[in-house]
Structures are given as structure tokens and as C-alpha cells.
């Protein structure tokens, strides 16, 4: 159920993003974005994996605190924003991260020497063409063939998509915590 939750979520906010436009807008932000890639890829993991060996001795808490600090950029983060530009930006993080997500679990697992855990990458890809992939053929092919149909259907579902998106936000949460807690109570 929360991958259909997020599914909905990545169809919703690529399919209110129109690429013709927004991604040429988006290339005036190269460097920004290319800066907070870095940050968020490289400096902020590293801060994460030094206080993960010092606080915790269990390695593959620290793996999995490593692959958590290099997750995409959450799919509801466009509803967090307030300006078109700023939401656009949003949703070019969310396919970046996303689609980098399994080459930098490939990278850190192999640079960190972390292969032992054997983390399988396939359904991590398998997992990334579903939730932004496709959305975003989907949302390409409507935009391009049958713009006016795509422009009636954003503006009628526009007003409901905080609403939809808060609730399938809080049934994520409510699933992936309640996930968390049970694995978190069984390794302790």
C-alpha cells in the first residue's frame, strides 16, 4: 500500500509540473542546483556516517543510516512551497535524487567497503521506474499530445491536491513508522 501511496503522490506532482516550460526555466539554476546536489550528497552523508561509526557499533545500522541520508528528496515536497519557480525546482530535485539513488547506493555500498550486507540494487531500480519514471512518460505524452486535456485536468484536480497529498501522507506515515518501529523493536 505505500507504494501505491507513492505512487499517487509522484503521478500528482509530476503530472501538475508542465516540463516544456519548467525545465527550461530550471537550466538559469544550474550551478544552485549542482551546489545543493553536492551538499546534500556528499557533505551532509559524510556528517551522517561519521556520527553513525561513532555513536553506533552495529554496521548495518550504519549502512542503513548512510542509504537514508542519500534518499531522494521526499515526492511531497512541492506541496511544502509556496512560489511556481520554487515548486518547479521541487519536483526537478525529486527526479534527480530519485534517479541517482541507485548509482550513489552503488558507489557508497562499494567506496565504504559496506558489500558484505549484500543490498540488492534491483528493486531499488525497480522501485525508482515506478515511482518517477513512469509518472513522468505519462505526464510527457499528455503534455505533448493532448496539452489541452492535461491543462483541464490540473486545474480541476489543483484545488484537491494538498488534500489528497496530506492524506497520503499521513497513511505513509502511519505505515512506514509503525514498519520501523516493529524492525527497530526485533534487531534491539
Known amino acids: 500500500y505505500g507504494m501505491v501511496a507513492l ?3 509522484s503521478l500528482l506532482n509530476t503530472f501538475n509540473f508542465n516540463f516544456k516550460t519548467s525545465l527550461k526555466e530550471q537550466t538559469l539554476n544550474r550551478k544552485r542546483i549542482l551546489l545543493n546536489l553536492f551538499i546534500g550528497y556528499t557533505l551532509l552523508p559524510s556528517i551522517q556516517l561519521i556520527l553513525a561509526k561513532l555513536l553506533i557499533h552495529n554496521s548495518s545500522l550504519q549502512l542503513g543510516y548512510l542509504l537514508a541520508s542519500i534518499a531522494p528528496v521526499a515526492i511531497v515536497a512541492p506541496q511544502f512551497v509556496s512560489t511556481k519557480e520554487q515548486k518547479d525546482l521541487s519536483v526537478v530535485y525529486i527526479l534527480i535524487s530519485t534517479l541517482m539513488y541507485p ?3 552503488l558507489f ?3 567506496v565504504l567497503s559496506f558489500e558484505g550486507f549484500s543490498v540488492h ?3 531499488i531500480i ?3 521506474t515506478l515511482l518517477t519514471i513512469i509518472p513522468v512518460i505519462f505526464s510527457l ?3 505533448k499530445f493532448a496539452p489541452l486535456i492535461k491543462t483541464k485536468i490540473t486545474s480541476t484536480i489543483k484545488p484537491i491536491t494538498p488534500l489528497v497529498n496530506m492524506s497520503l501522507i499521513g ?3 502511519f505505515i ?3 514498519s520501523s518501529f516493529t524492525k527497530t523493536n526485533l534487531a534491539e
Open 7 to 9: 505512487f499517487v503522490l
Open 103 to 105: 548509482l550513489l547506493c
Open 108 to 110: 557508497y555500498i562499494h
Open 121 to 123: 540494487i534491483l528493486p
Open 126 to 128: 525497480k522501485d525508482v
Open 141 to 143: 505524452i499528455v503534455e
Open 171 to 173: 497513511f505513509l506515515v
Open 176 to 178: 512506514y513508522f509503525g
